[in-house]
């Protein structure tokens, strides 16, 4: 059974900076492409990062330079570092996985940057 479990979010002030974690189960990780999206309220789900199973890298403009999205295949684990985080990143974070034509999604995790 496919299992992401998100970790990591929280409120945090303006500035400030969060790390979200996904663990990954009963997949082959390292053959995984990994994304992070957020759906804010209201909002339709939208993609933050993306790291390909190779470890290339792609970020939504709205993040980039003050988001990182990582992997650990020996953890089988994606990370996503968020630096000045500012009131307008707050949503639901989830983490996805997807190899070939099967998409996994986590259950959630919460950011809220106060202001």
């Known amino acids: 059974q496919v299992q992401l479990v998100e970790s990591g979010g929280g409120l945090v002030q303006s500035g400030g900076s969060l790390r979200l974690s996904c663990a990954a189960s009963?997949?082959?990780?390292?053959?995984?492409?990994m994304g992070w999206y957020r759906q804010a309220p209201g909002k339709q789900r939208e993609l933050v990062a993306q790291?390909?199973?190779?470890?290339?890298?792609n970020y939504a403009d709205s993040v980039k330079g003050r988001f990182t999205i990582s992997r650990d295949n020996a953890k089988n684990t994606v990370y996503l570092q968020m630096n000045n985080l500012k009131p307008e990143d707050t949503a639901v974070y989830y983490c996805?996985?997807?190899?070939?034509?099967?998409?996994?999604w986590g259950q959630g995790t919460q950011v809220t940057v106060s202001s």
């Open positions: 790291i390909t199973s190779g470890g290339f890298t």
């Open positions: 996805n996985a997807r190899a070939g034509l099967i998409s996994t």
């Open positions: 009963g997949i082959i990780f390292r053959v995984s492409h």
